[in-house]
């Protein structure tokens, strides 16, 4: 079974600065897609950003980014010039693509990020 | 932009009794989801739905647990008999075919 390890429960940056998400997983698929997703206070469940595996380029969505190293297993998310609302718990998601059109994930156990003005 | 929605935000419910939770997907998508989020920990898979019969389902998704979609456009999860562990945030998602994940705002349950 596959598995989303993040290992920061917490993490805090200054307002307009750069942050990294860690992100690991275990599997023995070599097709996936792997996901950040952010959950603010109000708990809504909202997609960051989305990676392919067989693709090498990194995912990037405006000041969102992410370093996929295949081999390594890892999927950090990196936040550029950050935002007080960029505030609050993310998520590093899996998903097999052996599963048709489903879309059956897999999470991690969060990190909260806190934004200081 | 069309959304997942889902109803009630909040529910609360006395041990022992079935609560339904209701999902609206969007129109178009194909597949169905229930996740649960207990509090402070990881979104978790609860089952999926697709051409009318669960297509995939977790441990978690026990006898106490059943989906149903019964009028085309409604998605319901009914916990049959509560127990104080079943609190959580419920979401409902739905996907396309190609399409990623869509979810809901959640419905968080208590039950007391």
């Known amino acids: 079974a596959q598995t989303v390890t993040q290992s920061q429960p917490e993490m805090s940056v200054q307002e307009a600065e750069t942050v990294t998400l860690s992100c690991t997983y275990d599997?023995?698929?070599?097709?996936?897609?792997l996901f950040w997703y952010k959950q603010p206070p109000s708990r809504q469940m909202i997609l960051v950003i989305r990676?392919?595996?067989?693709?090498?380029q990194n995912a990037t969505e405006n000041r969102f980014s992410v370093n996929f190293q295949k081999a390594a297993k890892s999927f950090s998310l990196k936040i550029s010039d950050s935002q007080l609302g960029d505030a609050a718990m993310y998520f590093c998601?899996?998903?097999?693509?052996?599963?048709?059109?489903?879309?059956?994930?897999?999470f991690g156990k969060g990190t909260k990020l806190t934004v200081n003005p | 932009e069309p959304e997942v929605t889902q109803t009630p935000s909040h529910q609360v419910t006395q041990m022992g009794q079935e609560v339904i939770l209701r999902c609206v997907p969007i129109s178009n998508h194909l597949y169905f989801y229930w996740y649960r989020q207990i509090l402070g920990q990881k979104v978790e898979f609860l089952v999926s739905?697709?051409?009318?019969?669960?297509?995939?389902k977790s441990e978690i998704f026990d006898d106490q647990f059943s989906v149903e979609r019964p009028d085309g456009s409604n998605f319901t999860l009914k916990i049959r008999s509560t127990k104080l562990e079943d609190s959580a945030m419920y979401f409902c998602?739905?996907?396309?075919?190609?399409?990623?994940?869509?979810f809901g705002n959640g419905t968080r349950l208590t039950v007391t």
């Open positions: 998601a899996y998903r097999s693509a052996n599963q048709g059109g489903s879309e059956k994930l897999v």
């Open positions: 599997t023995s698929e070599s097709d996936y897609y």
């Open positions: 998602a739905s996907s396309g075919q190609v399409s990623p994940l869509h």
């Open positions: 739905f697709y051409n009318n019969e669960i297509s995939e």
């Open positions: 990676q392919e595996a067989y693709k090498q």
